[in-house]
């Protein structure tokens, strides 16, 4: 029997809440300020609070939910200043991802991207937020991880964990599903040109669009607030 022949091992309690408690951020369910009751989500889980409270660890070192006293734990709510200043280091770093992994895609690589971004399509097309933010992850980090830098992909990866929360206000709109397809597709043109540049120049109007769609949602918000 080959690796790949064996039977996957059923996920821990732990490993089951923290897939949970992430497809609950992803999706929008549990947002940006939410407070994460602890009681009740073990009682719809249906495990312990030890299991629960490991996930939470994680998460909390992940950037993605904070303990406060006497509140308890919470998904991270973060400024549009912390966003942009998220994005602008994502930038920077995955140029250099891009860069270095451009040189080393093999026609297997791009097969296995272009698989993904039909995942990312067929997601999309259903309104499967949590789904098609799955598959864009998975996008980006193959492409990422052709780079040969694991310690990059590292950095990268925290910086993406710390804005989950927000990935539902963007792909819940149907047009920025689109959009996302689309500048995909433009990005796997580039990368079978072995064109390093136009790649980058394509994620780079990717993130643009999705904080340009970020502020708008706070700006929303913020007006939407009494006595604001």
């Known amino acids: 029997m080959t690796a790949g022949d064996r ?7 732990q490993q089951f809440v923290l897939e949970e408690i992430r497809r609950a951020i992803t999706s929008g369910e549990l947002r940006p300020g939410d407070p994460i009751r602890q ?6 889980l249906g495990v312990s609070r030890v299991p629960l409270r490991e996930a939470l660890k994680i998460l909390e070192g992940e950037g993605l939910v904070a303990y406060r006293v006497h509140r308890g734990y919470g998904v991270v709510s973060l400024s549009m200043d912390d966003l942009r200043e998220v994005y602008r280091i994502r930038e920077l770093l995955e140029a250099e991802a891009v860069r270095r992994a451009i040189g080393e895609l093999t026609a ?18 259903a309104g499967d937020v949590a ?19 694991p310690r990059l992909v590292r950095h990268i990866r925290l910086l993406w964990e710390a804005t ?13 599903r689109q959009r996302v397809n689309r500048e995909h597709r433009a990005t796997l043109a580039a990368l079978h040109d072995r064109d390093a540049e136009k790649a980058i120049a394509s994620l780079d109007e990717h993130r643009a669009h999705a904080v340009a769609a970020l502020e708008l949602a706070f700006s929303e918000e913020t007006a939407a607030k009494p006595g604001q």
């Not at 039977?7 to 309690?13: K, L, Q, S, V, Y």
């Not at 297997?108 to 097309?125: F, P, Y």
């Open 131 to 149: 789904g098609m933010a799955a598959a864009n992850r998975r996008f980006h980090f193959t492409l990422f991880e052709c780079s040969g830098m």
């Open 108 to 125: 297997a690589d791009l097969d296995r991207l272009e698989e993904i971004q039909r995942g990312v399509e067929r997601a999309g097309e």
């Open 39 to 44: 009681d009740a989500l073990a009682a719809e």
């Open 164 to 176: 989950d929360a927000y990935r539902s206000l963007y792909y819940s709109d149907g047009e920025n």
């Open 7 to 13: 039977p996957r091992r059923p996920p821990t309690a």
